[in-house]
């Protein structure tokens, strides 16, 4: 690349890498020849450091799998977040996902995107006339997020809880909720939803009865009045 104004690019792995050009938020790593001469860069990740420029690190990039030509950046890369947002292209990555994320844009072509969270909806508890207890487990996969229960009639339009906020973490975390006001001898449907920066995600639906108890009678001699 000669005589050119580069952002949010990696050049790794060429032969010349970039010669009399200005460079922003990119990767020149490992090229044959040379990252860069005679070169502006700030916020790159390159070695050696260049003689022009501010906030540019040394270390290696770690790419996914350069032999086989994927630079995108493994989760644990010091070129994470380590970008200058000013200076980020806007819009999308060149995967087509959004540019930035988590709030500080990366070093090179690629965005690491979060993950999604995971929900797991549990059987209904403590299940009487006109209340119950919703139960799931949910994670937010390192992302901080919110979790909350869907819920209604079967059939019906569903009604939500109030939503519960997670803080980044990659455990595994218990919801309940007890929702009242319920319609005795109605089947009600119930799934948690969980929600973080890449995705909101359902758990599978499940089914309970709010029922009357019903009243035994006769003499209880082996216990089948017991209900």
Request: glycine share 10%; with cysteine.
């Amino acid at each position: 690349v000669y005589g050119s104004i580069l952002t949010n690019c990696t050049l790794a792995y060429n032969g010349p890498g970039a010669t009399y050009s200005t460079i922003y938020n990119s990767i020149l790593y490992d090229n044959s020849v040379s990252n860069h001469a005679n070169s502006t860069l700030n916020y790159c990740c390159t070695t050696p450091l260049p003689a022009a420029g501010t906030n540019n690190i040394t270390t290696p990039p770690m790419l996914v799998s350069p032999a086989t030509g994927d630079l995108r950046l493994m989760a644990v890369s010091p070129c994470r977040d380590a970008g200058n947002n000013a200076a980020a292209v806007a819009g999308l990555d060149l995967d087509g996902n959004p540019r930035i994320s988590k709030g500080t844009v990366d070093m090179g072509a690629y965005e690491i995107q979060p993950p999604a969270p995971f929900a797991y909806t549990a059987a209904a508890t403590d299940v009487r006339p006109s209340s119950a207890t919703l139960n799931g487990f949910a994670s937010p996969n390192g992302e901080s997020g919110l979790a909350w229960f869907e819920w209604g009639v079967k059939g019906a339009a569903a009604q939500v809880t109030t939503p519960v906020a997670f803080s980044a973490s990659t455990g595994v975390t218990r919801i309940s909720t007890t929702i009242t006001n319920l319609q005795s001898r109605r089947v009600f449907f119930c799934r948690l939803v969980v929600s973080n920066e890449a995705a909101i995600v359902r758990g599978a639906e499940r089914l309970f009865s709010a029922s009357l108890k019903g009243n035994g009678w006769g003499y209880n001699f082996f216990g089948q009045g017991t209900l």
